[in-house]
């Protein structure tokens, strides 16, 4: 049985000769009874503050495992992601690299077709210079004939 403040100031004690002061034994037991109340009081308001603490340090670890949940999260997303860009820049440089074979693939046919229309040009000129120095002596060759000159 659980001895309450109440029942150390109703607690009667039985009378005998010589025995305790019974004013002091009363003033004694409700002093006693005024501690217990405190101490009860202040226990009653520890087990409230421990339950509080309870209740936030469980706060807390909820907290904590949504955090770390988060974080792996976290990880895997800046994992996924960092693999998918590097697969998109290896795609681009691949696409890069293949524009470039293309364009310059591009420009030596152009460039095969300008020198191909530079050496036709050249053998054109050297024809018709050619033509044009027959056309030259041949008609040297009539103007000397008709009028008797040598150039």
Do not use: C, W
């Amino acid at each position: 049985m659980r001895v309450t403040p109440l029942d150390i100031q109703h607690k009667q004690f039985a009378a005998r000769y010589k025995g305790f002061h019974r004013d002091e034994v009363n003033e004694f037991l409700r002093l006693l009874a005024d501690e217990m109340a405190e101490l009860l009081k202040e226990n009653a308001s520890l087990r409230e503050g421990a339950k509080k603490i309870e209740n936030q340090l469980q706060e807390y670890d909820e907290l904590e495992m949504a955090l770390r949940d988060t974080i792996m999260r976290t990880h895997e997303y800046v994992a996924t992601h960092s693999e998918n860009a590097i697969k998109e820049a290896e795609r681009l440089k691949k696409e890069a690299a293949q524009e470039v074979e293309e364009m310059v693939g591009e420009e030596q046919r152009r460039l095969a077709a300008i020198h191909k229309e530079i050496t036709d040009l050249k053998s054109l000129r050297k024809h018709f210079r050619e033509e044009m120095k027959k056309l030259i002596d041949s008609n040297l060759g009539k103007i000397e004939s008709s009028h008797g000159y040598s150039f």
